[in-house]
């Protein structure tokens, strides 16, 4: 087990000192802050949704947005002159978020940094007594995920993930019209992330930006050569870093998907197809994915598509739901063996919980310390992070095989095979020859919710977690 120090001690000895080291905070009190005292808020990662969390934050009365956090110095001066411009006070800016950590005057972290970075910044943020909001997905895999959220109980912290259809209530809606039974019962909840995504190329080592130190951009990864794919945003594409789009804009649909099942949390069995076509290029993630999940007599489907597509049922990136009696998609029902859609029936459905929008509603539970008032919960964002990683691991233990929309493992299942052939013309539609192409055949996993882990299968619960780069290593336990 990790040997534990204070922040301040492991500081003194070198911030690269090759040693497993927890980071130890103090529980809090649990007090309740009140409504005008200012609440300080880190924000790590200030690329992309990083531009978001400043924004959001800044805009909330009496929040105050204390430190900029981000390996990459280039990063600060664009938000800096953004908070300038509000007269805002100016934030610090670090490069390592363990020296913000023990600043105890903050109270927030808030985590936009690449997915291999999510689930080791939120313990740590715990560990030092402060309240957390996690981008999506809170994981690189699903062992780090539970230990984010055993470190939110330990420590009594406040952490939400940034699921924010889940401060919807159109979303609510759809939930009741789903248990009302109303269309009959619910045979597929779908998922869809097709959003196009072009070829990165190849990109050879070469030496990182001066302003990136690069070491803290790896993080708990692997010690690697940088390359230009890397650094922003192209490391979705690779494994030691993100999840494909599945785990990207995907965990987002996929969290839809899941809380439209009833009582869902983890499913039964999970089996993936897909690999990653129509060009090649460095990325090792796949462009073209179906995932298959079963619970009971429910089934969870997802679909990525990169390449250009047209919508279904006027979907792109959006849930598309199967009863028996029809579908219903974007706000509409189509009846079977009719195609235009009617408006839904009504229901009545409770109505969202206090706080507004995810942001208003994080920093509400975090004055309130009411975590059972929160919209997305770290257990939740858990548990969806977790179906994009379950539909990873399946299709990283596939066999290269040839592409065929008839596959026996899922023959008998009309809607398997019908997103099967499916994507067959979407893949001709983009001059993907079928003939000769190989595309990857998942393993079909069974999977125990109440352990997480899979059922008989070794070599798929060593992709339940990783081998950690030290200092930066998420325990075995909290």
């Known amino acids: ?73 280039r990063t600060y001066r664009k938000h800096l002159s953004t908070l300038s411009s509000k007269n805002l006070p100016a934030p610090k800016t670090e490069t390592d978020i363990r020296r913000v950590l023990d600043d105890k005057s903050v109270h927030v972290v808030a985590i936009a940094t690449p997915n291999h970075w999510h689930s080791l910044m939120t313990i ?10 996690v981008e999506k997905p809170c ?29 919807s209530q159109s979303w609510l809606d759809l939930q009741a019209l789903v248990q009302s039974g109303k269309y009959g019962k619910l045979l597929v909840s779908r998922g869809l ?86 060009y090649r290029d460095q990325g090792e993630t796949p462009n073209t994915q179906i995932a298959i999940m079963g619970y009971g007599s429910v089934l969870l489907m997802f679909e990525v598509r990169g390449l250009k597509t047209p919508p279904y049922y006027g979907q792109g990136i959006g849930n598309v739901l199967h009863f028996e009696e029809g579908v219903v998609a974007g706000g509409k029902f189509y009846p079977k063996g009719r195609g235009e859609g009617e408006p839904l029936a009504k229901v009545t459905s409770p109505t969202r919980r206090k706080g507004g929008g995810i942001f208003q509603n994080f920093i509400e539970c975090v004055r309130s310390r009411k975590a059972e008032e929160l919209h997305a919960p770290i257990e939740e964002g858990h548990i969806s992070s977790g179906l994009c990683h379950l539909a990873n691991i399946s299709y990283r233990l596939g066999k290269e095989e040839p592409f065929d929309a008839k596959r026996q493992i899922i023959a008998g299942n009309e809607f398997a095979s ?40 070794p070599e798929a619960n060593a992709l339940l977690t990783r081998k950690y780069r030290p200092p930066f290593v998420v325990p075995d336990k909290i």
Not at 141 to 159: F, L, P, S, T
Request: glycine share 12%.
């Open 124 to 133: 740590w943020a715990c560990q030092a007594g402060k309240d957390v909001y």
């Open 418 to 457: 019908e997103a099967l052939q499916r994507v067959a013309e979407h893949l001709s539609q983009n001059g993907v020859k079928l003939e000769g192409t190989t595309w990857r055949i998942g393993r079909k996993l069974e999977f125990d919710g109440k352990l997480e882990q899979f059922r008989n299968d």
């Open 139 to 167: 994981s690189h895999n699903i062992h780090e995920g539970r230990i984010a959220v055993e470190a939110a109980k330990k420590y009594g912290r406040i952490v939400q993930h940034g699921t924010q259809s889940r401060s």
């Open 1 to 73: 087990m990790a040997k534990t120090m204070s922040r301040r001690v492991f500081l003194g000895t070198g911030l690269a000192v090759a040693a497993q080291v927890t980071i130890a905070g103090t529980k809090s009190s649990g007090k309740v802050l009140g409504a005008n005292e200012r609440i300080r808020v880190a924000v790590a990662g200030l690329n992309g949704r990083g531009g978001a969390h400043v924004a959001e934050f800044a805009r909330i009365p009496d929040v105050e947005i204390a430190y900029l956090v981000d390996p990459d110095r």
């Open 193 to 278: 992330c097709y959003k196009p995504r072009g070829s990165i190329g190849f990109k050879a080592p070469s030496p990182p930006p001066a302003e990136v130190d690069f070491n803290l951009w790896l993080g708990p990864a692997p010690e690697q050569p940088h390359h230009a794919n890397l650094v922003h945003y192209n490391w979705h594409w690779f494994w030691d870093f993100g999840n494909g789009d599945i785990g990207n804009q995907g965990v987002h649909q996929m969290d839809i998907a899941r809380w439209l099942i009833p009582g869902a949390t983890w499913p039964d069995w999970v089996i993936s197809f897909g690999g990653r076509l129509g």
